[in-house]
């Protein structure tokens, strides 16, 4: 999520065009299903293709050639010293970012509490909020140009929840099965942070049952940014 977000916002500060073209080195495609060393993707599509199906390769690439010369370990440090002057401007008291894709690494940590604000954030970029919520997007390359893929999101709920409108998946034998989830009802917008799920299904099942608690509780209450701050309290939710 961070890595998109930084993304998005320096392309715009930078004046990048949504097609610029991000290429795919080998250990990136090492680290991705669907990408191979040489291949040539617009920089919107790459973001789409992070996003959707948790392409970790796509989130290296991206790093490298945003986070300065785009010429190796350099651009990644400056994409990684970008992510972390974010999250001090966001105020995230307990995150620091030494990878694009969210893997672990020596010093990279999160909170559920973080998660949730990176996750408004991108709720509220009128770019960025439309990428988290698609069920499913054809990806198209730039070299080979016959190369092309159906993206579907790894979130079930965009599907199963009724009002789902994102956020994103994760995994790492660390964490368990993690999601940010957001759903909109009746002008009101919640967002409920999980972590820890032994199994795929039990983020599901728990963002669900907490995005239910929390319309239950701020039935008849506006939409304001306070009444999105259920999450704090509920992402402490366990089996």
Request: glycine share 10%; proline share 3%; with cysteine.
């Given at each position: 999520?961070?890595?998109?977000?930084v993304a998005?916002?320096?392309?715009?500060?930078r004046?990048?065009?949504?097609?610029?073209?991000?290429?795919?080195?080998?250990?990136?495609a090492?680290?991705?299903d669907?990408?191979?060393?040489?291949?040539?993707?617009?920089?919107?599509?790459?973001?789409?293709?992070?996003?959707?199906?948790?392409?970790?390769?796509?989130a290296?690439a991206?790093?490298?050639q945003?986070?300065?010369?785009?010429?190796?370990?350099?651009?990644?440090?400056g994409?990684?010293?970008?992510?972390?002057q974010?999250?001090?401007?966001?105020?995230?008291?307990?995150?620091?970012?030494?990878?694009?894709?969210?893997?672990?690494?020596?010093?990279?940590?999160s909170?559920?509490?973080?998660?949730?604000?990176?996750?408004?954030?991108?709720?509220?970029?009128?770019?960025?909020?439309?990428?988290?919520?698609?069920?499913?997007?054809?990806?198209?390359?730039?070299?080979?140009?016959?190369?092309?893929?159906?993206?579907?999101?790894t979130?079930?709920?965009?599907?199963?929840?009724?009002?789902?409108c994102?956020?994103k998946?994760?995994f790492?034998?660390?964490?368990?099965?993690?999601?940010?989830?957001?759903a909109e009802?009746?002008?009101?917008?919640?967002?409920?942070?999980?972590l820890?799920?032994?199994?795929?299904?039990?983020?599901?099942?728990?963002?669900?049952?907490?995005?239910?608690?929390g319309?239950?509780?701020?039935?008849?209450?506006?939409?304001?940014?306070?009444?999105v701050?259920?999450?704090?309290?509920?992402?402490?939710?366990?089996?």
């Amino acid at each position: 999520m961070m890595t998109a977000l930084v993304a998005v916002k320096e392309s715009r500060y930078r004046k990048l065009k949504t097609d610029r073209p991000i290429s795919i080195r080998w250990d990136e495609a090492e680290e991705s299903d669907f990408l191979a060393a040489g291949d040539v993707l617009p920089l919107w599509e790459i973001i789409y293709q992070m996003l959707i199906v948790s392409d970790n390769g796509a989130a290296y690439a991206i790093a490298r050639q945003l986070g300065g010369d785009g010429k190796g370990a350099d651009g990644v440090g400056g994409f990684y010293r970008r992510m972390n002057q974010y999250a001090g401007a966001m105020h995230l008291t307990g995150s620091y970012f030494c990878d694009a894709s969210g893997l672990p690494a020596p010093g990279h940590v999160s909170t559920a509490r973080d998660l949730s604000v990176i996750a408004r954030y991108l709720l509220k970029d009128e770019d960025l909020k439309p990428m988290v919520g698609q069920q499913a997007r054809q990806i198209s390359w730039i070299y080979p140009q016959a190369k092309g893929m159906l993206a579907e999101n790894t979130n079930e709920l965009l599907e199963k929840y009724p009002g789902c409108c994102g956020i994103k998946t994760g995994f790492t034998n660390a964490a368990g099965y993690c999601l940010a989830a957001a759903a909109e009802r009746n002008g009101r917008r919640l967002l409920a942070v999980v972590l820890g799920g032994a199994e795929s299904g039990d983020r599901f099942i728990a963002a669900a049952r907490l995005l239910d608690y929390g319309f239950d509780l701020v039935e008849g209450q506006p939409l304001t940014d306070s009444s999105v701050g259920w999450h704090e309290h509920l992402s402490r939710w366990k089996r």
